[in-house]
């Protein structure tokens, strides 16, 4: 059976054609010629027709300020077009593996493995009673597009699925064509870049529409697939494995526009977004459950649900009797909608909570089964039962997040007002003060922010305000509290000591936080028992914790332990630690959850989700696991319905799997040998990365030959680009780190010093034969191999050398041949160790590169000609600035 009429070579053909019309339509048949001859010249070059690239150098010289910008919004333009090509070519492979029983890493596929194995149904029950998975998105700053020119992309992609998917007529192919065409237009003519930088909502906004418009409905497909493979397989009943949360409007960490009134607002909002596609599914199902009383048995509980509605609310019962006589669960359905009218509102009635809805679907779905209708309960409501199950009242809790110093600051302030030195008080002491007053019944500061600094004052307004929000949305909405830079026991207590004193927290008892520390920098990560250790020693966050169900969740940051420590150093630290993290929850017999704060890019922790999964040490796989998904990764895997679907399906068979082999297997051993390797390579690298950002001159050559001043002024997202306005590696941001590095095509942080270190143990006596050992057998060495693979096949050191010419000579000289050389030896043994010819193994990927390079290169060459310029027209600027834009959506990634 033929699934599509099309295929990703005719989308962009046809993409690309229609692109052309319009350039020549909307600027003129020159600025068409012009992007010819950038294009052919790119080409030519790459296939070897051309000796080099001078031509396209002379003919981007002499480009009048106008036709720069028709050049760069016409390659922008055709790479955010090639995306969706790509995209539906994914949705292909989806459908198309689907339908062949081939597609990997699918629940049917979770099903398979286990049965191979021999799993028994009650392990197979713990595993999936053991399981969460908490994808948590985040406002970090680097999606580059506009929502508008993200909404016009989704039109294109929804035609070029009606192409794709439907058997059409000609007349309506011609009409689909036709609006093609037209959006096409639309976008020609919309501004790319954004004027004004976005503000916190927008950004809190942008994550409600990928919740509410895609997952939302997702949700009950992805059950529907977990009972009917690995639940069917087993006999077991498939509990609640995933969740959403959010940081969009509530994560203060760097970010001053986030603030409380801007949190409410998101709290709001989503209440109301997730009850309106509720009212919508409860209308859905009275179009659906229209059962004739007469006909069917209304089971006693059900009648006294309905019975109690109808005291609740005579005067709606009355009308729905009227309405829907001898129809009970219509009636029932008209009365939930009121009540979920009501949730939030002055008028009484409506639901306290969503577990009070899910008692009413739950009703309905017990009779419905009564009366031998399981496969209606199983298409039309189990779905709703699943959403309500998965997104509450809340569609995505917020997690609180901000800078310890802002808490150290806080209480420092606040102590003072009673006489209290904190600030002059050592750790221990710290620690003693804060337990103390924790654990006592009267409360030891005002909360009140007069008279303290403005920084001190919004932390102190900050947990008040969050206690009367949990009082209003249910603590669930809001209950978790993540500190940045955590490198000292007393900054976890002092969170849970202004939980205490704003009522969040009343203990032995209660707790209405999760305490979550994120350990990002080596001291933080290296010091872990001493800061774990202590807080599980501690009484009052023992107390806590018991309160809390026994689980601690610990934050990793891989973007500021990559910035600080390059790409090998830090990926090796960060699987250490969290094997010692795993250690330390085990010795004081408490549940741990990590947090992986991952990036889009390979150097911020990204790559496939679901290889890291099965990568990680297997004495840490709980079952609970949590990670950041933010920017232009976001509408990559959530956008699309189909695609968002895999993307959980993925995630979810790799969590299953990692579990059981944890609690099959127990802890996992690792050769001394391969340690001692690890060690000794980590070591080296991490020295050859410190001495390259630590040489003079460094950061000039790295402010002279990338765009870091355009991507600050991108308004890519409401946060400031760097901490203190200050020009230092240390200062900047991880992402427009990574994000000026990805635009001059010189992935720095994504393999730099991989090569140094891996040399530094052969020359200490280690065997090659020892790293492809580690790589065949030692998934973690595996992955990481790969990700420095995938970041070194997206570098291309011909452009990068393009930018090096912007450096002064000395500059140039003293740090490009030592990037290049690095580079050449990492590609050198990346494919020795893993045995490939070619730096990537997935045939997908090498197609999309070599599709996608001749491109980006009149991009990049545009890019460092307009960098060259001392006095640039408004024209030009823009044009820049869409070259930023161009060159992320062909490389698919910012930061």
Request: aromatic share 8%; charged share 30%; hydrophobic share 35%.
């Amino acid at each position: 059976m033929r699934l599509h009429a099309r295929d990703v070579r005719q989308d962009v053909r046809e993409l690309a054609a229609l692109l052309g019309d319009v350039l020549s339509r909307q600027a003129s048949a020159e600025a068409f010629d012009t992007v010819e001859t950038l294009r052919t010249g790119a080409i030519d070059y790459r296939r070897g027709d051309a000796a080099s690239r001078d031509a396209l150098r002379n003919e981007i010289a002499h480009l009048s300020p106008e036709r720069t910008g028709h050049v760069a919004r016409a390659f922008a333009t055709y790479f955010e077009l090639i995306n969706l090509a790509e995209e539906r070519q994914r949705v292909r492979a989806i459908r198309e593996g689907t339908q062949a029983g081939t597609l990997e890493d699918s629940l049917r596929t979770t099903a398979e493995t286990l049965a191979e194995e021999d799993a028994d149904s009650e392990t197979v029950e713990r595993v999936l009673e053991d399981v969460n998975v908490v994808p948590t998105f985040t406002a970090h700053p680097t999606e580059a597009r506009r929502k508008t020119v993200k909404a016009k992309l989704r039109s294109v992609a929804f035609l070029l699925e009606e192409l794709d998917e439907h058997r059409l007529t000609d007349r309506e192919r011609e009409r689909i064509e036709r609006r093609l065409e037209s959006e096409i237009t639309n976008l020609w003519e919309t501004r790319q870049v954004r004027k004004r930088r976005p503000e916190v909502a927008d950004e809190a906004r942008n994550v409600l529409w990928y919740l509410e418009n895609v997952l939302f409905d997702i949700v009950g497909e992805v059950y529907d697939e977990l009972e009917r493979t690995v639940g069917q397989e087993f006999d077991t009943d498939v509990p609640e494995l995933f969740a959403f949360r959010s940081w969009a409007g509530s994560d203060r960490d760097g970010n001053p526009f986030v603030t409380p009134e801007v949190t409410a607002e998101t709290l709001e909002h989503q209440r109301e977004s997730v009850l309106a596609r509720y009212r919508d599914e409860l209308k859905r199902l009275s179009g659906v459950l229209s059962q004739d009383g007469d006909r069917v048995e209304t089971s006693d509980r059900f009648e006294s649900s309905l019975d109690s509605d109808r005291e609740r609310f005579p005067t709606i019962a009355e009308r729905a009797t009227d309405r829907y006589p001898d129809e009970p669960y219509r009636q029932k359905l008209a009365l939930m909608r009121e009540r979920i009218d009501r949730v939030g509102s002055v008028r009484p009635g409506g639901y306290e909570d969503a577990d009070e809805l899910l008692a009413d679907v739950d009703v309905i779905v017990d009779s419905l089964r009564a009366n031998g209708a399981e496969s209606v309960v199983e298409t039309e409501v189990e779905p709703l039962r699943r959403r309500v199950e998965t997104f509450g009242f809340t569609l995505a809790a917020l997690d609180l997040r901000d800078h310890q110093e802002n808490h150290t600051r806080a209480i420092a302030e606040a102590l003072e007002r009673e006489g209290i030195d904190y600030e002059s008080m050592d750790e221990d002491e710290r620690v003693e003060l804060l337990t103390e007053a924790i654990l006592q019944d009267e409360r030891l500061i005002d909360l009140d922010p007069s008279g303290l600094s403005d920084a001190a004052g919004r932390v102190l307004t900050l947990f008040s305000e969050t206690a009367d929000w949990q009082r209003e949305y249910g603590r669930e909405a809001i209950d978790t509290y993540c500190i940045s830079m955590t490198e000292e026991p007393s900054h976890v207590l002092e969170v849970l000591f202004l939980a205490d004193q704003a009522g969040i927290a009343e203990l032995p008892g209660y707790c209405g936080l999760d305490v979550v520390p994120l350990l990002e920098t080596e001291y933080a990560l290296s010091g872990a028992r001493r800061i774990v250790g202590t807080l599980f020693e501690n009484d009052a966050y023992a107390a806590a914790l018991d309160a809390r169900g026994g689980t601690q969740e610990i934050m990793l940051g891989y973007s500021d332990s990559n910035k600080e420590n390059g790409f090998l150093a830090a990926n090796w630290s960060l699987y250490r630690n969290q094997k010692r993290l795993a250690d330390i929850a085990d010795d004081y017999d408490v549940t741990l959850r990590l947090f992986h704060g991952r990036g889009g890019s390979i150097s911020r922790g990204g790559g496939p989700m679901n290889e890291a999964l099965l990568a990680l040490p297997r004495e840490s796989v709980s079952g609970q696991v949590k990670f950041t998904e933010q920017g232009e990764a976001i509408a990559e895997k959530y956008a699309n319905p189909a695609i968002a679907e895999r993307n959980v399906e993925q995630m979810l068979d790799a969590q299953i799997r990692a579990r059981y082999n944890a609690l099959r297997a127990g802890n996992e051993t690792v050769p001394d040998e391969w340690t001692a390797a690890m060690d000794a390579a980590a070591d080296a690298a991490r020295d050859e990365y410190r001495d390259l950002l630590e040489t003079e001159g460094f950061v000039g050559y790295f402010e002279e030959t990338t765009p870091i001043r355009v991507i600050e002024d991108l308004n890519l997202g409401s946060r400031p680009a760097s901490r203190s306005g200050e020009r230092s590696v240390e200062d900047l941001r991880a992402i427009p780190w990574v994000f000026s590095w990805t635009q001059s095509r010189c992935i720095l942080p994504g393999w730099y010093a991989l090569a140094a270190g891996l040399d530094a143990y052969l020359e200490d006596g280690g065997d090659i034969d020892t790293l492809r050992e580690m790589y065949d057998e030692w998934s973690f060495f595996r992955t990481t191999l790969d990700n420095a693979a995938t970041s070194l096949a997206r570098t291309d050191l011909e452009i990068a050398a393009e930018y090096s010419t912007l450096a002064s000579a000395d500059l140039r000289e003293e740090f490009f041949p030592r990037l290049r050389a690095e580079y050449d030896r990492c590609v050198e043994l990346v494919t020795d160790i893993t045995g490939r010819s070619d730096l990537l193994d997935r045939e997908w990927l090498r197609e999309s590169l070599s599709r996608r390079n001749p491109y980006v290169d009149p991009l990049n060459l545009l890019q460092v000609h307009l960098l060259r310029q001392t006095h640039l027209t408004e024209t030009e600027r823009r044009a820049l600035r869409l070259t930023v834009t161009g060159v992320a959506a062909g490389m698919k990634n910012t930061g």
